[in-house]
């Protein structure tokens, strides 16, 4: 895929790369369009999971020249289409992510960063608003008072401090960070690749489901996750005493 974003399949790994490390990978018109088709293309694969990168020093530094932000909003915001893909989406940091490139980062599901890299959200000092999910997706993740603090004030939150907050999964020193991110997708590649779906489901539900009707919706994906042939497998596996073999059916 071209267009300043790169996308692979390797061992059932979509791995999607913001390309343009030039210009810290900030997102052009045609790189939205191009990580909209690669979250497409991911999400109709076979791929269990999904990383999202950027190339060089930078993750992304937000939105390039001349960029408008308003055009890349609604049902074709390339950050929507990330957090649209039903399969774990894996952001891997080995840079700063800037605005919309940490607005990017909050769509993931897991965050894995380099202790170097530093996550910030200026829009406020510059007279904006963040418009990519930020103020939703944020609060969410870390609580309403420590949002509050991060977007108001534009304070860039490093690695260490993200990680206190609940806001990035794993850290590691930047020659560490790929065996982490092996780790981590090995992981989920070894699950059972509806489950993972209908885990994330749920959980990403439950923030704005009555508990009442969290449970219902819990019970009703373990009933559905029963009839499967990858639950047969799992169950099958376990009396025979062997690594399973999903399929993902």
């Given at each position: 895929m071209t267009r300043g974003v790169a996308y692979e399949i390797r061992d059932r790994v979509a791995t999607v790369t913001l390309d343009r490390p030039g210009d810290a990978n900030r997102l052009t018109n045609e790189m939205a369009a191009a990580l909209i088709d690669a979250s497409e293309a991911a999400e109709d694969s076979d791929a269990i999971a999904v990383v999202v990168r950027g190339s060089g020093r930078w993750f992304c530094a937000g939105l390039a020249d001349g960029v408008v932000a308003e055009e890349l909003q609604g049902r074709r915001s390339?950050?929507?289409a990330v957090a649209r893909v039903?399969?774990?989406?894996?952001?891997?940091?080995?840079?700063?992510?800037?605005?919309?490139?940490?607005e990017l980062v909050l769509a993931a599901d897991l965050r894995i960063a380099a202790d170097t890299a530093t996550l910030e959200f200026p829009d406020v000092g510059n007279g904006r608003l963040p418009c990519f999910g930020a103020t939703q997706r944020l609060?969410?993740?870390?609580?309403?008072?420590?949002?509050?603090?991060?977007?108001?004030?534009?304070?860039?939150?490093?690695?260490?401090?993200?990680?206190?907050?609940?806001?990035?999964?794993?850290?590691?020193?930047?020659?560490e960070l790929e065996a982490v991110v092996e780790e981590v997708v090995g992981v989920l590649c070894a699950c059972g690749p509806l489950a993972l779906v209908l885990a994330k489901e749920a959980l990403r539900r439950a923030c704005d489901l009555p508990l009442a009707e969290g449970l219902r919706l819990e019970e009703d994906l373990y009933a559905l996750?029963?009839?499967t042939a990858d639950r047969r497998e799992g169950v099958r596996s376990f009396l025979k005493g062997r690594p399973p073999r999903f399929r993902g059916r």
């Open positions: 390339p950050i929507d039903t399969k774990p989406v894996v952001a891997v940091l080995d840079g700063p992510a800037i605005g919309p490139g940490a609060p969410r993740l870390v609580g309403r008072a420590r949002a509050l603090e991060i977007l108001l004030l534009g304070t860039p939150v490093c690695a260490a401090e993200a990680a206190e907050l609940g806001l990035v999964t794993r850290v590691a020193a930047p020659g996750l029963q009839t």
